[in-house]
T-cell receptor
Framework: AQSVTQLGSHVSVSEGALVLLRCNYS??????LFWYVQYPNQGLQLLLK??????LVKGINGFEAEFKKSETSFHLTKPSAHMSDAAEYFC???????????FGAGTILRVKS | DAGVIQSPRHEVTEMGQEVTLRCKPI?????LFWYRQTMMRGLELLIY????????DSGMPEDRFSAKMPNASFSTLKIQPSEPRDSAVYFC?????????????FGEGSRLTVL
């Protein structure tokens, strides 16, 4: 069965600094991988996804993630944090194309001015 | 286009009462998911439907929980009787299956408090 581990329930960065949110997955078949973001009192929205092809995936708001099969990782990065990036971020994996996602526990990103 | 619409946004009820949460998926989407979010357990998939048919309800915690999807534009999640441990945010999400997007569209959630 697939599973997701997000390292660090809270991450704090200064505005303008690099954002790195870590995600490792477990899957018995080639996975489909996703990052979602949740702003306070809202539902989740898709940041980016990896299905097949290029392992470096670019998403909205300047975020990107790289699929590394050898490390079973899909870390999320952004070169320069903005105050508006403060939110909770969820990594998710699916063994069926696109649906029935299994989510990680989430990482709350705090951006300091 | 309207997104996934959930109601009520907030519900406060007393233990033992029946609770019904409602969801209208995005028009044209044929998969619908119910998730529960708590601090302790994070996001849990309760049940999902494809073309109005329940496909996997293994996440439904117990018989007090039931979900229906009578047509493509409406689904309910019912808890009867409710208990304090059911307090959580319940999210509905919809998706177009097998289109190549793999994206779930979430509603804003229904925050349930059981006293």
């Amino acid at each position: 069965a697939q599973s997701v581990t997000q390292l660090g329930s809270h991450v704090s960065v200064s505005e303008g600094a690099l954002v790195l949110l870590r995600c490792n997955y477990s899957s018995s078949v080639p996975p489909y991988l996703f990052w979602y973001v949740q702003y306070p009192n809202q539902g989740l929205q898709l940041l980016l996804k990896y299905t097949t092809g290029a392992t470096l995936v670019k998403g909205i708001n300047g975020f990107e993630a790289e699929f590394k099969k050898s490390e079973t990782s899909f870390h999320l990065t952004k070169p320069s944090a903005h105050m508006s990036d403060a939110a909770e971020y969820f990594c998710a994996v699916s063994e069926e194309y696109g649906n029935k996602l299994v989510f990680g526990a989430g990482t709350i990103l705090r951006v300091k001015s | 286009d309207a997104g996934v619409i959930q109601s009520p946004r907030h519900e406060v009820t007393e233990m033992g009462q029946e609770v019904t949460l409602r969801c209208k998926p995005i028009s044209g989407h044929n998969s619908l998911f119910w998730y529960r979010q708590t601090m302790m357990r994070g996001l849990e998939l309760l049940i999902y439907f494809n073309n109005n048919v329940p496909i996997d309800d293994s996440g439904m915690p117990e018989d007090r929980f039931s979900a229906k999807m009578p047509n493509a534009s409406f689904s309910t999640l019912k808890i009867q009787p409710s208990e304090p441990r059911d307090s959580a945010v319940y999210f509905c999400a919809s998706s177009v299956e097998r289109t190549g997007t793999g994206e779930l569209f979430f509603g804003e959630g229904s925050r349930l408090t059981v006293l």
